[in-house]
C-alpha cells in the first residue's frame, strides 16, 4: 500500500502552481551572480561600489535622500522606530495589532529598544485617521504597513493615507512605512514609488517577497536618519563586512520583476474571482489591492486537504502547499507571482469547477 | 607627470603578498557555489539541511551540544553575553579593554543590552589569572579572546587558561569564548578546538578571518543556551530568511583552509622572524602565537610610506597596503594566508634586505 501524499508533498509535484515564483533554491543565486566576471569586489561594511550604487538606485526609486541596505526588514525598522523615538525623547509608537514588530519578531522592539507601542485599530481592519486622531498617548512614530498582510493585504483609499501623513505632519509624529510588500501596491494605487514615500518620513522595503529575491532590505529616508542608522545596523551585528550576495540578488530580480507587478496584480484579481465563484469560498479582500489575498474556506482542514491533494493529483495544477485551521474553517495566504501566468486559462478554469464540485459535496455531507 | 601610486594601490599591483589569501572578489561566492546544481533548497528561517548540517557539524567540531549559524560575531557575542547575565540576574560582565565589544560595535552591548562591561587587566597585556581574582564585582561572565587581537595577538599559556576555566566554574562565572580566530591558534596549542572549547561554556567562532570565507558565525554551547540564542538571533533581525550564501561559503572554505592552520603559524613565525631581523623594526609578539602579529616601524610614516612603495615596485612584492601611525612610528596587521606560500624564498630574503637598507637611511636622516 502506498504511503499517501501529504499536501505539501502533492503541492510540490504539480507542474503548474497559481502562488509564487517557484521553490527558493540555489539557483536564484546561482543565476543573480552568472553575469559577474568574479573580479568584481566585495563591499566592506558597508563602503564600496556594490553596496553605494545599490543605496543610490533605492534612495533615487523611493525618492529619499539616502538609503541603506539591511539584512533584515525587521533590523530595519526596530532601527527606524528607534531613531525616531530618540529624537523627539518619547518611546512610544503606534502601529497596527498584527504589525511584524508585534508578532513576528520575539519583542524586539520591547526587548532592546524598550519603546512601547499602541495598537491602533480593529485587527481585522486598515488603520483610519480617526484612529490615529482619536489616540489618547503622544506617540513619536506611526508605523503604516501597506498593504496589511496579516488581514490578506488590505490597504486604505489613498486620500485617507493622504490625510494621516498630513495629520502626522502637522502633530509632529514621524510616519514610517512598512513597505514589505510597497512594489506591490503600486498597481492599485496607480502611483510611483516616490509618490507614496513622499508621504512618508522613512521608508523599509524587502527584496524577497513579490520581487522573490533572496533575503534582504532597504531602509531609506533622510541623511541625518540614515547616517544614525548605519551605527545602530553596527550596534544590531547587520554590518556585515560582506553583504554583497544579498545585494546583487536583489538588484538582479528587483529589475526582473518591478515591471510585472501591474501582471501579479491582475492575476490576483483573476484568481480571486475563481475563488469567489466557488461554494464555500471567499477571499479577503474580495477584490485583491495587491498581488496578495487570503483564501477562506468554509470547510473542515483533513476532508479539504484530501480533496486539494486529490484535485492536484488530477490536473497538475497546485493551489497552496499548506491550510490553515481556524474558526470558520480554514484559510491560507495566495500570493501571485510568475508561476500563475504559466498556467493554460482551460486548465485553471477546470481546477475551480472540480474545487467547486468537491466544495458543494462536502457542505451536503456536513 | 604620472601621478605618484598611493601605498594601496602599489601594493595592489603587486603580484606577490607577504600577508592574506587575496581580495575579497566575488569570484570566492561563485567558487563555493560551483559544486551546487542549484536544485537544492535554501533554508528557511534557521531551518533546513543546508544550515543544520552545518550547525551540527560544527558543535561536534567545537565539542558542544548545539550550535547556530549567525550572520556576524557581533550579533552572536552580544547574545552570548545577555544570555548569561539574564541566566544569573546579574547584567555586568568582564573583558579585556580592547575587546571587539568595546571598541567595535558601537556599545551595542550597552545600548541594546545594558550590560556593564569590567575592563580587566592592562590594555597592553592578555588577562591574567589575579586579574579575574582581584576583580571586586561579581560578574555573570568573563568573555576571553583568543588571541587577543588588537595586541597582535598574543595568548595566555594554556595552564592560565585552565586555571581560569576551573576559577570561573568554582565562582559561577560562565566562560565565554571570543574565537573569532580560534582555528588560528590550535597549532601553538597543540590542541584540538574541542579541546580548548571544553574550557569555555560557549564559544564563538568567525569564518572570514583565517578561513577566508564571505561572513557569518558559529555560537556554540549547550542546548539550552542555544535554544534561547535562537529567539535573540529573530529580536536581533539575524534570522535571515536563507543564510546559505554564507553558510555554503563558511563549510567551502572551512574544509579548504582549516587544515592549513599550521602552515600560516609556521609562516609568521618565518615573516616575524625576518621583520625583527631588519633595523628599526619589531613585532609583537616577537614570536607569533598564531598567523597573525602586528609589525612596529620605528619611522615616520610618510618616509616609510614611499620607501614601501619604491620597494614594492622594484621586487613585485607587497607587505601591506596601509600604515597607521603610533607614537613612536607606525604599525601594521599581518595575518598569513594561502599568499605567503607563493613567494620564492630568495625573493623574500631580498625584499627585506632592501627594507633593511632603507630603514638604516630612514634613522640616519633623522
Same mark, same amino acid.
Given at each position: 500500500?502506498?504511503?499517501?501524499?501529504?499536501?505539501?508533498?502533492?503541492?510540490? =509535484?504539480?507542474?503548474?502552481?497559481? %502562488?509564487?515564483?517557484?521553490?527558493?533554491?540555489?539557483?536564484?543565486?546561482?543565476?543573480?551572480?552568472?553575469?559577474?566576471?568574479?573580479?568584481?569586489?566585495?563591499?566592506?561594511?558597508? *563602503?564600496?561600489?556594490?553596496?553605494?550604487?545599490? =543605496?543610490?538606485?533605492?534612495? !533615487?526609486?523611493? $525618492? +529619499?535622500?539616502?538609503? &541603506?541596505?539591511?539584512?533584515?526588514?525587521?533590523? *530595519?525598522?526596530?532601527?527606524?522606530?528607534?531613531?525616531?523615538?530618540?529624537?523627539? @525623547?518619547?518611546?512610544? %509608537? *503606534?502601529?497596527?495589532?498584527?504589525?511584524?514588530?508585534?508578532?513576528?519578531?520575539?519583542?524586539?522592539?520591547?526587548? /532592546?529598544?524598550?519603546?512601547?507601542?499602541?495598537?491602533?485599530?480593529?485587527?481585522?481592519?486598515?488603520?483610519?485617521?480617526?484612529?490615529? &486622531?482619536?489616540?489618547?498617548?503622544?506617540?513619536?512614530?506611526?508605523?503604516?504597513?501597506?498593504?496589511?498582510?496579516?488581514?490578506?493585504?488590505?490597504?486604505?483609499?489613498?486620500?485617507?493615507?493622504?490625510?494621516?501623513?498630513?495629520?502626522?505632519?502637522?502633530?509632529?509624529?514621524?510616519?514610517?512605512?512598512? @513597505?514589505?510588500? /510597497?512594489?506591490?501596491?503600486?498597481?492599485?494605487?496607480?502611483?510611483?514609488?516616490?509618490?507614496?514615500?513622499?508621504?512618508?518620513?522613512?521608508?523599509? %522595503?524587502?527584496?524577497?517577497?513579490?520581487?522573490?529575491?533572496?533575503? $534582504?532590505?532597504?531602509?531609506?529616508?533622510?541623511?541625518?536618519?540614515?547616517? !544614525?542608522?548605519?551605527?545602530?545596523?553596527?550596534?544590531?551585528?547587520?554590518?556585515?563586512?560582506?553583504?554583497?550576495?544579498?545585494?546583487?540578488?536583489?538588484?538582479?530580480?528587483?529589475?526582473?520583476?518591478?515591471? +510585472?507587478?501591474?501582471?501579479?496584480?491582475?492575476?490576483? +484579481?483573476?484568481?480571486?474571482?475563481?475563488?469567489?465563484?466557488?461554494?464555500? &469560498?471567499?477571499?479577503?479582500?474580495?477584490?485583491?489591492?495587491?498581488?496578495?489575498?487570503? &483564501?477562506?474556506?468554509?470547510?473542515?482542514?483533513?476532508?479539504?486537504?484530501?480533496?486539494?491533494?486529490?484535485?492536484?493529483?488530477?490536473?497538475?495544477?497546485?493551489?497552496?502547499?499548506?491550510?490553515?485551521?481556524?474558526?470558520?474553517?480554514?484559510?491560507?495566504?495566495?500570493?501571485?507571482?510568475? =508561476?500563475?501566468?504559466?498556467?493554460?486559462?482551460?486548465?485553471? =478554469?477546470?481546477?475551480?469547477?472540480?474545487?467547486?464540485?468537491?466544495?458543494?459535496?462536502?457542505?451536503?455531507?456536513?
Amino acid at each position: 500500500m502506498g504511503e499517501k501524499n501529504t499536501l505539501l508533498e502533492a503541492f510540490r =509535484q504539480t507542474n503548474y502552481r497559481v %502562488v509564487g515564483h517557484g521553490n527558493r533554491e540555489i539557483r536564484m543565486l546561482k543565476e543573480a551572480l552568472k553575469e559577474f566576471d568574479g573580479d568584481e569586489e566585495s563591499d566592506i561594511y558597508g *563602503a564600496g561600489n556594490i553596496i553605494e550604487d545599490f =543605496q543610490n538606485k533605492l534612495s !533615487e526609486y523611493l $525618492g +529619499k535622500e539616502a538609503a &541603506v541596505f539591511f539584512p533584515s526588514g525587521t533590523m *530595519a525598522q526596530q532601527i527606524a522606530l528607534r531613531i525616531w523615538c530618540d529624537h523627539k @525623547g518619547l518611546k512610544r %509608537v *503606534a502601529y497596527h495589532p498584527l504589525c511584524h514588530l508585534e508578532i513576528h519578531e520575539e519583542d524586539g522592539l520591547k526587548e /532592546l529598544h524598550h519603546i512601547e507601542p499602541i495598537l491602533l485599530a480593529d485587527k481585522d481592519s486598515v488603520i483610519q485617521l480617526d484612529d490615529i &486622531v482619536n489616540m489618547k498617548e503622544d506617540i513619536s512614530c506611526l508605523l503604516l504597513e501597506l498593504p496589511q498582510r496579516e488581514i490578506g493585504g488590505q490597504l486604505p483609499d489613498y486620500e485617507t493615507l493622504e490625510a494621516i501623513s498630513a495629520y502626522c505632519r502637522e502633530k509632529g509624529i514621524k510616519l514610517h512605512l512598512d @513597505g514589505a510588500r /510597497l512594489f506591490e501596491i503600486l498597481p492599485f494605487y496607480k502611483r510611483s514609488a516616490a509618490e507614496v514615500c513622499r508621504l512618508f518620513d522613512s521608508v523599509y %522595503v524587502s527584496f524577497y517577497k513579490g520581487i522573490g529575491g533572496i533575503a $534582504g532590505a532597504i531602509l531609506a529616508g533622510d541623511e541625518a536618519f540614515i547616517k !544614525e542608522s548605519k551605527v545602530w545596523k553596527r550596534r544590531h551585528g547587520g554590518d556585515l563586512i560582506s553583504l554583497y550576495p544579498y545585494i546583487i540578488s536583489a538588484d538582479y530580480f528587483l529589475t526582473q520583476r518591478l515591471d +510585472k507587478m501591474g501582471q501579479y496584480y491582475e492575476g490576483a +484579481k483573476e484568481l480571486a474571482q475563481l475563488f469567489n465563484s466557488c461554494h464555500a &469560498v471567499s477571499t479577503k479582500p474580495m477584490e485583491p489591492v495587491s498581488n496578495m489575498f487570503h &483564501v477562506h474556506f468554509n470547510a473542515p482542514k483533513e476532508q479539504l486537504e484530501s480533496n486539494l491533494i486529490a484535485i492536484y493529483e488530477e490536473t497538475g495544477i497546485g493551489l497552496t502547499g499548506y491550510i490553515n485551521e481556524t474558526e470558520n474553517g480554514c484559510t491560507y495566504e495566495a500570493a501571485i507571482g510568475d =508561476q500563475y501566468a504559466l498556467i493554460p486559462k482551460e486548465n485553471l =478554469q477546470n481546477i475551480f469547477r472540480k474545487l467547486d464540485e468537491r466544495l458543494k459535496e462536502i457542505n451536503v455531507r456536513n
